[in-house]
């Protein structure tokens, strides 16, 4: 079946550091792979995607390559700040219209000032 | 205006009562979605409806859990009988731009006591 696994929580690091959080996926055919951001008290935000092989998915400084060959699709950060504290979710949802996404258990980041 | 509006924000119930979670979609969409948090754990899918029918269903959408769109435009779901267990964030979820991820909404946070 289809499935994602990330890397576990919590992850602190300094403000300016360089974040990469790790995601692999298992689906049969060839899934859409997203990153999802939680912010403290709210709701779930689309952070950026990509829709097939070799596409770079980018969105406030954070970045995702969709790599088949390897079946990941890591999130990274040059230089994160506190306001990127918050939970990170990788996802996929295959080609078909009535599927549904797969989300994985979440990263916690914590950025220290 | 967010997209996807869901009411209440916050419900604290009694164990063994019924609640009813409402989403407010933008009108138009014919594929929804329901996930719930447990606090601190992952995203879980319940139930995906299309089309005013249910398309599937998770092994957590028991018979204690029902989904309408009662008048073409919310989209609700029922937990008949509250059990603490239940307690957890519920996300509605429709289709995004370009039928790839979904569009979230902020949640309500479900607390039984």
């Known amino acids: 079946g289809n499935s994602v696994t990330q890397m576990e929580g919590p992850v602190t690091l300094s403000e300016e550091a360089f974040l990469t959080i790790n995601c692999t996926y298992t689906?049969?055919?060839?899934?859409?792979l997203f990153w999802y951001v939680q912010y403290p008290g709210e709701g779930l935000q689309l952070l950026l995607k990509?829709?097939?092989?070799?596409d770079k998915g980018s969105n406030k400084g954070f970045e995702a390559t969709y790599r088949k060959e390897t079946t990941s699709f890591h999130l990274e950060k040059g230089s994160v700040q506190v306001s990127d504290s918050a939970v990170y979710f990788c996802?996929?949802?295959?080609?078909?219209?009535?599927?549904?996404?797969?989300f994985g258990k979440g990263t916690r980041l914590h950025i220290l000032p | 205006e967010p997209e996807v509006t869901q009411t209440p924000s916050h419900q604290v119930t009694q164990m063994g009562q019924e609640v009813i979670l409402r989403c407010v979609p933008i009108?138009?969409?014919?594929?929804f979605y329901w996930y719930r948090q447990i606090l601190g754990q992952k995203v879980e899918f319940l139930v995906s409806?299309?089309?005013?029918?249910?398309?599937?269903k998770s092994e957590i959408f028991d018979d204690q859990f029902s989904v309408e769109r009662p008048d073409g435009s919310n989209f609700t779901l029922k937990i008949r009988s509250t059990k603490l267990e239940d307690s957890a964030m519920y996300f509605c979820?429709?289709?995004?731009?370009?039928?790839?991820?979904?569009?979230f909404g902020s949640g309500t946070r479900l607390t039984v006591v």
């Open positions: 996802a996929l949802r295959t080609t078909n219209r009535d599927d549904k996404i797969i």
């Open positions: 689906a049969t055919g060839y899934p859409s």
């Open positions: 990509a829709t097939k092989a070799d």
């Open positions: 009108s138009n969409h014919l594929y």
């Open positions: 409806f299309y089309n005013n029918e249910i398309s599937e």
């Open positions: 979820a429709r289709i995004g731009q370009g039928n790839y991820g979904y569009t």
